[in-house]
């Protein structure tokens, strides 16, 4: 657990906000935390474009705006596989 979501569950409680579905949530988040490290080489033109997404979009870190480009991306993949199908 993060100490993010350690002072989001204590101010949410203290603020009467906290339900169960909320606490369940936030747990649920913990599962989601990045644990597998990847080395990545991208081109001068890929790396521009991860950039441009990154600071138009406001992630602090590169790595979250790789990691949202792939969560955006791998579902737009499925579907077109499946109308190839």
Do not use: C, Y
């Not at 579907?79 to 190839?84: I, K, L, M, S, W």
């Amino acid at each position: 657990m993060t100490v993010r979501m350690i002072r989001t569950i204590h101010t949410e409680r203290n603020e009467g906000k906290l339900t169960m579905e909320r606490f369940v949530h936030i747990l649920g988040s913990m599962s989601t935390k990045p644990t597998e490290r990847l080395t990545l080489l991208l081109t001068p033109d890929e790396l521009r474009i991860v950039e441009e997404f990154r600071f138009s979009n406001r992630f602090q870190h590169r790595n979250d705006a790789i990691r949202e480009l792939i969560k955006r991306g791998v579902p737009e993949m499925a579907e077109a596989q499946q109308a190839a199908g």
